[in-house]
């Protein structure tokens, strides 16, 4: 069995990268697939996503440096096959030290490759803080691909030009060249404008195959869930946003032609997302 390892990032915050990485995490795992979810972000909101608190020394931080192994780290979630390596505050300070270490961009690529090499894992998610520094560098460098949520707004398209040329460079490295780009998912999207209809067709026009079909709505459901400690597909499982996660796993597991036309992108009920407009043509 061998690892599929995915990093969610985008440098710029509130695009519902957290709440993605959670909620393909317990999709995959309300498949049977058993799955590891690692909050890289120091702010720790992946971890009480989850209902679980933020414990002093649980993180990566001590496996970043080499003095812990991360397997350590890894607690259950209380969903069934899905683990996590929770995060805590102290891993801002991981911003400093890891930069004194040798080999910085490639520790979290160290700590983990024994976890990888064990096959206990058919997927691991890495939740990258939302900017580019030390930590998300070296989530980049240790996964296969990139999956970049971002909202269908101007600054979004100046921040994803930004997020390409950052995986070229850890390309070019050598930290990890192997790395690409997974794909792009439009997230919080509210199809009523004009804008929002603009942006999705200016990336789709940009990067033809890599865009995914399944679009996330903004909705008061998804909204609500981390403040109850669970991923939408427990907290709301019959919800439009469940529905629209669980697409975005079919499309995450089937190969590119596999996937169906009719994938939840065109409209919602009215209490879950707003958008009823169709989208542009791919």
């Known amino acids: 069995m061998s690892t599929r390892s995915i990093a969610l990032a985008n440098q710029k915050g509130g695009v519902g990268k957290t709440t993605t990485a959670v909620s393909l995490a317990a999709c995959l795992a309300e498949r049977g697939i058993h799955t590891l979810l690692?909050?890289?972000?120091?702010?720790?909101?992946?971890?009480?996503?989850?209902?679980?608190?933020?414990?002093?020394?649980?993180?990566?931080?001590?496996?970043?440096l080499g003095t812990a192994l991360l397997a350590d780290s890894i607690q259950p979630s209380g969903l069934e096959h899905l683990d996590i390596i929770p995060s805590?505050?102290?891993?801002?300070?991981?911003?400093?030290?890891?930069?004194?270490a040798e080999n910085y961009l490639q520790r979290l690529q160290f700590a983990l490759t024994p976890i990888?090499?064990?096959?206990?894992?058919?997927?691991?998610?890495?939740?990258?803080?939302?900017?580019?520094?030390i930590l998300t560098m070296n989530g980049l460098a240790a996964v296969d691909s990139v999956?970049?949520?971002?909202?269908?707004?101007?600054?979004?398209l100046e921040g994803l030009a930004v997020i390409t040329r950052v995986l070229q460079q850890i390309r070019e490295s050598g930290a990890n060249p192997s790395l690409e780009l997974?794909?792009?998912?439009?997230?919080?999207?509210?199809?009523?404008?004009?804008?929002?209809?603009q942006v999705a067709a200016e990336v789709r026009?940009?990067?033809?195959?890599?865009?995914?079909?399944?679009?996330?709505?903004?909705?008061?459901?998804?909204?609500?869930?981390?403040?109850?400690?669970?991923?939408?597909?427990?907290?709301?499982?019959?919800?439009?946003?469940?529905?629209?996660?669980?697409?975005?796993?079919?499309?995450l597991l089937a190969p590119p032609a596999a996937v169906p036309e009719s994938t939840p992108t065109e409209s919602a009920p009215k209490e879950e997302a707003p958008s009823s407009t169709p989208l542009p043509a791919a």
């Not at 805590?88 to 004194?100: G, T």
């Open 116 to 133: 990888q090499g064990a096959d206990r894992y058919e997927f691991i998610i890495v939740d990258c803080p939302p900017s580019l520094g």
């Open 182 to 197: 997974e794909g792009i998912v439009l997230t919080m999207y509210d199809g009523r404008t004009n804008l929002a209809q």
């Open 205 to 251: 026009k940009h990067f033809p195959d890599k865009v995914y079909k399944t679009i996330i709505p903004r909705t008061v459901r998804l909204a609500e869930a981390p403040s109850f400690g669970k991923p939408i597909t427990t907290y709301d499982t019959g919800s439009y946003a469940a529905k629209c996660y669980r697409s975005l796993t079919d499309e």
């Open 88 to 100: 805590e505050v102290d891993l801002a300070v991981a911003e400093v030290d890891v930069a004194r």
């Open 38 to 64: 690692l909050d890289l972000d120091p702010q720790a909101n992946a971890t009480s996503a989850l209902g679980l608190e933020k414990l002093s020394g649980g993180s990566v931080y001590k496996a970043l």
């Open 147 to 156: 999956m970049v949520p971002m909202q269908a707004e101007y600054f979004a």
